[in-house]
């Protein structure tokens, strides 16, 4: 469905608390959930959200974070936010597109122009005739406008073939569905406004210029003046290659950025890396512990171990950390979550300094291991050996991780802290398959085991690195269409240029005859054509090339 709010079942709240004994505890820095409220008049919403960010604020006196109220109709597009306001989201995405669209649109009415001027001395006997019957400039005018706006209404119609054709695709590629609901009259006003301002912006310039012609020097013969009509087709095929040059430039970057993030190291080996979710009786340790021991046993996989949070997905975060020298007046937050015993073996990352927990330390329940961020950020010269107040229990530091990627790929890894799963905490079986049998008959084996211990619920198994390449379909999408923008920008541009090779051939015709009959090749002609086009296509680059440094250099500032 297009919906804002994802999700493949509901469940009451009752019953959420009742399986995370987590969700009983009155903790005003739990931001695990978002809450629904129904306002009974939508212009107390100013004052409903003040209420709330004063509630929160009295609750959490030395937290700087902030609650508010956001409208759930803005959730889907306005998603961003920063320092407690909306900074945008998908919006941003959606007015790139616009742009880009009204932009092609543009070059498309500019081509309409070339290719119609293009055509001028064809048509400068039927301004003259017309005019020394009688025609006046405002009734030719008209006329150019008139079959400027039924080009463009053919257009349209040809336009809504190609939609209802390509929409599958479009759907697909989006993953939603999207249809045209033919019955809103808002979206055939819209339409019918678009089709009059393209059919006026596009047949503008053909009918001023073709119906300023004289009709007896037209009907005597003349050649069109080049100067002034060149020089404004010069400058539109420029601006045409400027847009389409930025295009292409951010087209690139976008594609080098999106495979940098996927190619940049994560810091674990996604290979064969599955997580199981942990439900019903699998909540129990003792017979997670018991199921652990069969998959391995089995042969399906070579590693086990567990997690507190979906791998690939936010968790924890808490800022109730202290440790010696810290500043007193520093808040900071720090990721946390539960793990099982050999953490860093199962997903492939390293132990920097230290040791992993492992059940030959029975203490290790008042352990934590830090990732390499939690030691730059606490000054740890050090980190092995240093007790950390985490929620007021003194607990010793055994072992560094290396930063591994567990949230966004855009981002820079968190501060986290790791703590031994106990008290049937954990949310997820972490496993690695063995590379010496064959997936479909471990998945089968993984499924089997997990049915016998729980034949209650289905078994949600997923593997590490299709999660992982989910983080990255907005970047994808933004690609794909970029690259569909930029082709039609390339080819609308070239028939731009060709419309401007045409006037020029049309105004040169008897000096290439001339040519020709002196002896000069087809590469001469061509040459000598061709060199005033390269012109103007360098001249678009050199200004495109800043331009687009600009525009790319903004976008890449997100990341």
């Not at 045209?180 to 006026?200: K, V």
């Amino acid at each position: 469905a297009n919906s804002s709010i994802q999700f493949d079942c509901i469940m009451p709240w009752e019953l959420f608390v009742k399986r995370e004994n987590w969700a009983k505890e009155d903790n005003w820095g739990n931001n695990m959930c978002l809450t629904l409220v129904q306002l009974k008049d939508n212009s107390d919403f100013t004052k409903a959200n003040n209420d709330i960010k004063g509630i929160y604020k009295r609750h959490n006196k030395e937290i700087t974070a902030d609650a508010m109220l956001h409208p759930l109709t803005k959730w889907h597009l306005y998603g961003d936010f920063e320092n407690g306001k909306s900074i945008g989201g998908k919006i941003d995405q959606l007015k790139i597109f616009l742009l880009l669209a009204f932009c092609i649109l543009l070059i498309a009415c500019v081509n309409f122009m070339n290719l119609s001027t293009a055509r001028s001395e064809r048509r400068a006997k039927e301004v003259g005739v017309r005019k020394a019957i009688g025609s006046t400039r405002k009734s030719l005018v008209s006329q150019f406008f008139l079959e400027s706006m039924l080009i463009t209404f053919i257009a349209t119609v040809l336009a809504f073939i190609l939609v209802e054709v390509s929409l599958p695709y479009f759907n697909n590629l989006l993953n939603i569905k999207l249809i045209i609901n033919y019955n809103n009259s808002a979206f055939w006003l819209l339409l019918f406004g678009l089709m009059i301002f393209t059919g006026f912006v596009a047949g503008s310039y053909p009918a001023l210029y073709l119906s300023s012609f004289e009709p007896i020097k037209v009907l005597k013969g003349f050649k069109i003046k080049t100067d002034s009509s060149v020089s404004v087709r010069k400058i539109l095929v420029v601006g045409q290659f400027v847009f389409a040059a930025c295009l292409i430039i951010c087209t690139v970057v976008i594609y080098q950025q999106l495979n940098y993030i996927k190619n940049k190291p994560i810091g674990y080996n996604q290979s064969n890396l599955l997580q199981i979710a942990v439900d019903g009786k699998l909540r129990d340790q003792n017979k997670l512990e018991l199921l652990k021991t069969q998959l391995l046993k089995s042969g399906a996989v070579t590693n086990v171990t567990f997690f507190s949070s979906d791998f690939t997905e936010g968790g924890n975060n808490t800022t109730n950390i202290e440790w010696e020298g810290k500043n007193p007046n520093e808040l900071v937050s720090f990721n946390h979550r539960g793990i099982g015993y050999d953490f860093a073996e199962t997903i492939g990352t390293e132990i920097i300094s230290g040791r992993e927990f492992s059940p030959k330390f029975l203490n290790d329940t008042n352990s934590v291991m830090l990732n390499e961020s939690a030691v730059k950020m606490m000054g740890l010269k050090n980190p092995i050996g240093a007790v950390i107040d985490f929620w007021g229990n003194k607990l010793t530091n055994v072992g560094v991780v290396k930063d591994f990627v567990v949230e966004s790929a855009y981002q820079k890894v968190a501060p986290m802290i790791f703590y031994l799963n106990t008290k049937d905490n954990a949310s997820m079986i972490i496993a690695r398959l063995s590379p010496n049998q064959n997936i479909s008959s471990s998945l089968a084996k993984i499924d089997e085991l997990v049915n016998q211990m729980e034949p209650n619920y289905p078994v949600n198994r997923k593997f590490v690195n299709e999660s992982f390449e989910v983080k990255f379909q907005d970047e994808k999408l933004l690609g794909t269409l970029s690259n569909w923008f930029g082709g039609f920008a390339i080819f609308i541009s070239c028939l731009g240029l060709l419309g401007l090779a045409l006037f020029m051939a049309e105004q040169r015709k008897k000096e290439i005859s001339i040519r020709k009959v002196l002896g000069a090749s087809t590469a001469n002609i061509l040459t000598l054509l061709n060199k005033d086009f390269i012109k103007l296509v360098a001249i678009a680059n050199i200004i495109a090339f800043p331009l687009a440094y600009v525009i790319i250099n903004k976008w890449l500032s997100a990341f």
